[in-house]
């Protein structure tokens, strides 16, 4: 059976499937000095943002990923203060982050402006922390703000990229991780999208292997679903400059007194846990 134009489709590139969202309109489509942003109506899964053709975010389950790229790094590091962000023009990481109490400034740098400005309209939920007086958005080259950061600038770097492919393929080099442990506190942790389990095993790897390249004492891999990216399953990888990614402050995340739809201290030990095709 093939699909009409009343489905939004995007191809997994070579991996033989794809996925489909029925849509009910397009209400936004611009072509910024960097992609394409185009916003969906869905019947689904509620408002959807794709950047050249490929799904960033919806309404209906942004909240695993934004959680799962937050809490598991503010929660291993054991007073975070100064929070760094490289991407996450949808700002719904910054909204996360910015539920712990204990952090002081959280800095945001994405390349695009306009992904940030066209999720300030059509996903205002995901964008209500940007006016906290703790946020501070930049609209610049994250490769390069990591590069001039002094030393000990960041208690948590969160990199929260698209795929290492184009401007973004430089935020998973060796080169970039060993600036990021420069620009981390002593007990400082950074932790960066490493796309999917099941499709690629060898970026994990490699992402992997150029942390400890870098100098970080303790790497390991998160893992969680999401439904709308490739394969349906994805991946975080969180390195530490100084102690173990397996300690975090279970008592605080299980107390944390903020809501989530996601995460939990449960969710936090478990998420580890690797398969053994990943061994």
Known sequence: MSLDKTWYTEEWAGQGSAISLKIK?????????????EIYETESFGTLMTLDGLVMVTDRDNFVYHEMMS??????????????IIGGGDCGTLHEVLKHKSVELAEQVELDERVTRVAEKFFPELCESNGDSRARLHFTDGIQWVADAKPDSYDVIIVDSTDPVGPAAGLFSETFYQNCLKALRPNGVVVGQSESPLFHADLIRSVQ??????????????????????????????????????????????????????????????????????R
């Open 71 to 84: 809490h598991p790094a503010l929660f291993t590091h054991p007073d975070p203060k100064r929070v760094l």
């Open 209 to 278: 292997k150029s942390f400890k390249a870098a100098g970080f004492r303790d790497v390991a891999t998160l893992f969680f679903p999401q439904c709308t990216y490739p394969s349906g399953w994805w991946s975080a990888t969180m390195a530490c400059k100084q102690g173990s990614v397996a300690q975090f402050r279970a008592q605080a995340s299980a107390a944390k007194g903020f809501a989530t739809r996601y995460y939990n201290h449960e969710i936090h030990a478990a998420a580890f846990a690797r398969p053994e095709f990943l």
């Open 25 to 37: 309109d397009k209400v936004h489509d611009e072509q910024s000095t960097y992609q394409r942003i």
